[in-house]
């Protein structure tokens, strides 16, 4: 967008017309604007497959039990402001969540922390503040598929963003020769983001053998990870376990690393707008200068973050009962996705639709490529499912 303005001194060139008319109308969101036209549609057999939302047996959103039970915890609390950087007992739950509760970075004072606007505040946070110490020239890699705001968080912000093969469409799996090159070859500085699990939208992730290669050649090629932490805990059920490669990169491999947590998905606080961002620095010292970088940005976007989501997570997080029930609810939301991604295989090889379905109980989390052709996309898209007594063989007529 071409700007008017021309100096301080208020010599300004207008614009020939209305002060906007020279501003071009932005690209419209595909993942909302398939979940309008989702909305819109009257049929009763409808599939959101788009937008990625936790869904119960009846299509509805759940409100997990741990969330109702937290809820009633804080129905007292008041509605004052919170500090710049957050409820300071969410930072410091949420961030011995992440990271493990004696690994050496959160031991030594090593971690900058600060609350979010979920997981999308967290990657432009931490852009910026990676804009300001590794400078403009840096590059940012992202994977090939990837989340499709990744690109524009990045490049609004000014950096160069560089897209490299993670998926290879043929086998259905990671290319994660083409992982390793990309890694030896980026110059040094360069920042990587990385899905901590379930990858988006190809639900491929490095085995722990994979990410442990990673975070060795990381390490000798001095590339700063970022890691995108949408989906902890509802991967496999098993917080821990989903936390592996973060918790390998920081407290095995002790690189710095930036980590942009979510608890959008796993807690199903979608419109809490409820994240975090950790920076783990080489030095205390380093964090608190960082941390202060991220209170002054905050400061200047949204002076302080909301308070209810955060006070939802602090109060699950810092009951054990009500973790222990988090734990269950996690495994029960895993545990369904695994079972529709049987399901869905199993009808498709009963019924012999042509084609290698196995990517579909392969690939992890919320998202699956199916490899179909745009055409048979737009057909599910558009194709009416009444057309067939039976969903799944509806299914099978546009897969075929
Ligand atoms: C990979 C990935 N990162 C980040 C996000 C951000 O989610 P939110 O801003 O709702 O926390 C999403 C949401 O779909 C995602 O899939």
């Given amino acids: ?44 057999h409808k599939v959101n497959l788009g937008q990625g939302t936790y869904k119960d047996g009846n299509g509805e959103p759940w409100v997990l039990p741990a969330v109702q039970g937290a809820k009633e915890k804080i129905r007292d609390a008041n509605h004052e402001y919170l500090p710049i950087l957050g409820l300071p007992s969410f930072r410091h739950l949420a961030t011995k969540l992440v990271l493990g509760d004696s690994g050496p970075a959160v031991t030594e004072q090593r971690v900058a922390s600060c609350q979010t606007l979920s997981g999308t505040g967290a990657l432009h946070l931490a852009g910026l503040v990676l804009y300001e110490a590794l400078g403009p020239s840096c590059t940012v890699y992202i994977t090939e598929p990837t989340w499709s705001n990744h690109r524009q968080v990045f490049e609004a912000i000014g950096f160069y963003v560089q897209s490299y093969r993670y998926y290879d469409e043929a086998t259905g799996k990671l290319d994660v020769a083409s992982l390793e090159q990309t890694f030896e070859a980026a110059a040094p500085g360069s920042i990587f983001v990385m899905h901590a699990c379930a990858h988006n939208p190809s639900g491929c992730d490095p085995t722990q053998e994979q990410w442990r290669r990673l975070a060795t050649i990381a390490k000798s090629r001095k590339l700063f990870p970022l890691f995108d932490a949408a989906y902890l805990g509802i991967t496999s059920g098993d917080y821990d376990a989903d936390a592996f490669a973060i918790r390998h990169f920081v407290n095995e491999a002790g690189l710095e690393a930036a980590i942009c947590t979510s ?110 052709p745009l055409d048979r996309v737009l057909q599910l898209k558009s194709k009416r499912l009444e057309l067939s007594p039976s969903p799944w063989i509806s299914i099978l007529i546009l897969f075929t």
């Fill in 1 to 44: 967008m071409r700007s008017y303005l021309k100096d301080k001194m208020g010599s300004i060139e207008l614009p020939p017309a209305g002060f906007f008319e020279h501003v071009a109308f932005a690209p419209l969101d595909a993942i909302f604007e398939l979940t309008k036209d989702y909305n819109a549609d009257t049929s009763e």
């Fill in 263 to 372: 608890f959008a998905k796993n807690m199903g606080l979608y419109g809490e707008r409820v994240g975090l961002v950790n920076f783990i620095t080489q030095t205390s010292a380093a964090a608190t200068a960082v941390e202060s970088k991220l209170a002054q940005l905050t400061r200047v976007e949204i002076s302080n973050p909301p308070a209810f989501g955060a006070r939802i997570v602090a109060a699950v997080l810092g009951d054990a009962e009500l973790c222990a029930e988090w734990f269950r609810n996690l495994s029960t939301m895993s545990g369904r996705i695994a079972e529709m991604r049987q399901q869905l295989y199993d009808a498709l090889v009963r019924l012999k639709a042509p084609g290698d379905w196995e990517r579909i109980i392969q690939q992890k989390g919320m998202f699956c490529i199916l490899g179909l």
